[in-house]
């Protein structure tokens, strides 16, 4: 089956919710924020909704669903104008330093002495204590690549998509009126900004085979209040995803045993271990994420944020689902090459590294891979 992109426009602020409860009835909540992006299951379910939609399928129909819900989607990216951008890696630090703005590159080192990090891992090295500035959450894809190359370059100031804050109140229906000091607060994410005089549209794409006969619907409603997008099929995989650069296949190409691999999640991930991936005590087995399975590879160190929550409604036992930490995008492992062929690891471009199989249809844990290298 050929694989396409998914192209999400959307027609009004969008509301990503992570599965917290919210509720202003009760007065013990106040503020909603929505996510920076949409969580990839959140996207994979509309996808597959839209496709159930475009069939008029009979939703009891328990083999369809099943069928539905293997579907594997991968996303979501965010694109601003024609180009796709990425969440900031996490071993680089941007800051200011005389009225100028530098980047720092976190890199794992050996101390004198050693270290109380588990199983060996070693720490990242801070050259200078400072503070990280604002206004860089967002790299464009070119920035990455040269990044990933073990190049030191600044990127373009990108800030996260801009938020829009409403103020609501709390109806009460039995009167037509509102309740009294019952205000509350929801933050959308507007999917377009005005920069400098110059319009800007972000769209949110996925890449997905779609099996013979299943188009989905293209209007459809994505998150939390059921906020309109438009869909759109591209066919042309190459220019609306962002395939291996050959820059980075030839520096894979020469890398040698004992050399430092990067790996960038583009989206959150979710492991067996928590923060640890649990594929990588599975050397050679079956059903590893692409291409992993042919080498072998020691995590010597990682930069990897906050835990974040998902969870969700499950329509299939009618009830919510239990709570489940994941590994925030951008956060990076580095790997010392053991055995294999380095560039099999490639494979993964941008295509899931989550331990379980359905994690990985869903879109969790889209990987960015590069070169990497110990301190000085």
Same mark, same amino acid.
Not at 63 to 72: A, C, D, K, V
Not at 141 to 170: C, F, K, N, Y
Not at 210 to 224: D, R, S, V
């Given at each position: 089956?050929?694989?396409?992109?998914?192209?999400?426009?959307? =027609? /009004?602020?969008?509301?990503?919710?992570?599965?917290?409860?919210?509720?202003?009835?009760?007065?013990?909540?106040?503020?909603?924020?929505?996510?920076?992006?949409? #969580?990839?299951?959140?996207?994979?379910?509309?996808?597959?909704?839209?496709?159930?939609?475009?069939?008029?399928?009979? !939703?009891?129909?328990?083999?369809?669903?099943?069928?539905?819900?293997?579907?594997?989607?991968?996303?979501?990216?965010?694109?601003?104008?024609?180009?796709?951008? #990425?969440?900031? +890696?996490?071993?680089?630090?941007?800051?200011?330093?005389? *009225?100028?703005?530098?980047?720092?590159? =976190?890199?794992?080192?050996?101390?004198?002495? &050693?270290?109380?990090?588990?199983? &060996?891992?070693?720490?990242?090295?801070?050259?200078?204590?400072?503070?990280?500035?604002?206004?860089?959450?967002?790299?464009?894809?070119?920035?990455?690549?040269?990044?990933?190359?073990?190049?030191?370059?600044?990127?373009? +100031?990108?800030?996260?998509?801009?938020?829009?804050?409403?103020?609501?109140? %709390?109806?009460? +229906?039995?009167?037509?009126?509102?309740?009294?000091?019952?205000?509350?607060?929801?933050?959308?994410?507007?999917?377009?900004?005005?920069?400098?005089?110059?319009?800007?549209?972000? /769209?949110?794409?996925?890449?997905?085979? #779609?099996?013979?006969?299943?188009?989905?619907?293209?209007?459809?409603?994505? *998150?939390?209040?059921?906020?309109?997008?438009?869909?759109?099929?591209?066919?042309?995989?190459?220019?609306? !995803?962002?395939?291996?650069?050959?820059?980075?296949?030839?520096?894979?190409?020469?890398?040698?045993?004992?050399?430092?691999?990067?790996?960038?999640?583009? /989206?959150?991930?979710?492991?067996?271990?928590? !923060?640890?991936?649990?594929? #990588?005590?599975?050397?050679?087995?079956?059903?590893?994420?692409? *291409?992993? %399975?042919?080498?072998?590879?020691?995590?010597?160190?990682? %930069?990897? *944020?906050?835990?974040?929550?998902?969870?969700?409604?499950?329509?299939?036992?009618?009830?919510?689902?239990?709570?489940?930490?994941?590994?925030?995008?951008?956060?990076?492992?580095?790997?010392?090459?053991?055995?294999?062929?380095?560039?099999?690891?490639?494979?993964? !471009?941008?295509?899931?590294?989550?331990?379980?199989?359905?994690?990985?249809?869903?879109?969790?844990?889209?990987?960015?891979?590069?070169?990497?290298?110990? %301190?000085?």
């Amino acid at each position: 089956m050929p694989e396409r992109v998914l192209e999400i426009q959307a =027609l /009004t602020p969008q509301f990503w919710r992570d599965g917290r409860p919210f509720s202003a009835a009760d007065g013990t909540e106040t503020a909603a924020q929505s996510l920076p992006l949409p #969580l990839p299951i959140t996207v994979a379910g509309f996808v597959r909704t839209q496709i159930g939609l475009a069939q008029k399928v009979n !939703w009891g129909n328990y083999q369809f669903l099943r069928s539905l819900h293997g579907l594997p989607i991968y996303g979501p990216l965010l694109a601003r104008r024609e180009e796709i951008v #990425l969440p900031a +890696p996490r071993d680089a630090l941007v800051y200011q330093k005389e *009225g100028h703005n530098k980047i720092m590159r =976190l890199q794992p080192f050996r101390p004198v002495g &050693g270290c109380n990090l588990p199983n &060996g891992l070693m720490p990242l090295r801070v050259s200078e204590d400072v503070k990280p500035q604002p206004g860089y959450s967002l790299w464009r894809q070119t920035d990455m690549e040269q990044w990933l190359l073990g190049e030191t370059t600044l990127p373009e +100031p990108m800030a996260g998509l801009p938020s829009e804050q409403r103020i609501h109140v %709390a109806m009460d +229906p039995s009167k037509g009126k509102a309740r009294e000091g019952q205000l509350f607060s929801a933050s959308y994410r507007a999917l377009e900004q005005v920069q400098d005089g110059q319009y800007i549209p972000y /769209t949110l794409r996925a890449r997905a085979a #779609l099996p013979e006969g299943h188009q989905p619907q293209l209007l459809g409603f994505l *998150g939390g209040e059921s906020r309109p997008v438009a869909l759109r099929v591209r066919e042309e995989l190459s220019r609306y !995803w962002w395939d291996c650069p050959k820059s980075i296949q030839e520096a894979f190409a020469g890398l040698a045993k004992g050399q430092l691999i990067r790996m960038v999640l583009a /989206t959150p991930a979710l492991f067996e271990d928590g !923060w640890k991936p649990g594929w #990588l005590k599975k050397p050679g087995e079956q059903h590893l994420p692409r *291409g992993l %399975a042919k080498v072998r590879l020691r995590l010597v160190a990682a %930069a990897v *944020g906050r835990r974040e929550p998902v969870s969700g409604w499950s329509l299939r036992n009618n009830r919510p689902k239990p709570v489940r930490w994941m590994v925030p995008a951008g956060s990076v492992y580095f790997f010392e090459l053991l055995e294999g062929d380095p560039s099999a690891v490639l494979e993964s !471009w941008l295509r899931p590294v989550s331990d379980s199989e359905q994690d990985r249809k869903d879109g969790f844990g889209l990987a960015l891979w590069g070169v990497g290298s110990y %301190a000085d």
